[in-house]
């Protein structure tokens, strides 16, 4: 049981590029999350998904997409990378909206 | 929405001495008070949570009280330990459209010196 997994663990893009972060989760958890963390920032939602084939908007979402094929993974992508986009980015599912989050270990961006 | 403040931004403490750390919230149908410890480098981890149906909960070395009249709750570490460096966040279930999220509060950086 690994809980929630993230790939990759750490990238570096120049302005302008894409790449797609992933997330897996094996608790069957209908609930996904894709935070960022800025320093003294706290976590901050991007977007957030309730279940298979859904996905809504969370508190900073653009510059984002995502994507939910599969109940188990949650797709965060970037399409045009930009230095304001560096931080650390965290996966988390849940149960439901209101129960326990797990986290993922994380993905450090860094956008030059 | 939901407005959590978190109050120190860093805290150091003498190993054995406790460690207190206070978050306010403002819409009072909050009803879930999660706190997550994160060390450096890694996930933020669950450590403790409070629902609005009681006053305070205690787990071995932490502690956590509720005033929902003041709409403020706490983390109370006792006995503090080096392992116990960390970031500290706190998080208040809040409601958003049609949607239960949380909002968390900007962390508290503990540094126990030994």
């Known amino acids: 049981n690994a809980g929630v997994t993230q790939t990759p663990k750490f990238r570096v893009l120049k302005t302008g590029q894409s790449m797609t972060l992933l997330c897996a989760q094996d608790?069957?958890?209908?609930?996904m999350y894709w935070y960022r963390q800025d320093p003294g920032m706290g976590l901050r939602l991007i977007h957030y998904s309730v279940g298979e084939g859904t996905t809504a908007k969370g508190e900073v979402p653009d510059g984002y997409n995502v994507s939910r094929l599969k109940k188990q993974n949650f797709l965060l992508g970037l399409e045009s990378a930009a230095p304001s986009q560096t931080s650390v980015y965290f996966c988390?599912?849940?149960?439901?909206?209101?129960?326990?989050?797990?986290f993922g270990p994380g993905t450090r961006l860094l956008v030059l | 929405g939901e407005n959590v403040e978190q109050h120190p931004s860093t805290l150091s403490v003498q190993e054995g001495d406790s460690a207190v750390i206070k978050c306010t919230y403002s819409?009072?149908?909050?009803?879930?008070f999660p706190w997550y410890k994160q060390e450096l480098g890694k996930r933020p981890q669950l450590i403790i949570d409070?629902?609005?149906?009681?006053g305070e909960k205690k787990d071995q070395r932490i502690a956590v009280t509720l005033n929902k009249t003041a709409k403020h709750f706490s983390l109370h570490i006792t006995e503090t330990q080096p392992e116990d460096s960390a970031v500290y966040f706190c998080?208040?279930?809040?409601?958003?459209?049609?949607?239960?999220?949380?909002?968390f509060g900007s962390g508290t950086k503990l540094n126990v010196k030994p």
């Open positions: 988390a599912s849940s149960f439901t909206s209101g129960r326990t989050q797990y």
């Open positions: 409070i629902r609005s149906n009681v």
């Open positions: 998080a208040a279930l809040g409601r958003s459209y049609n949607f239960n999220k949380f909002y």
């Open positions: 608790m069957n958890h209908e609930y």
């Open positions: 819409d009072s149908a909050s009803n879930y």
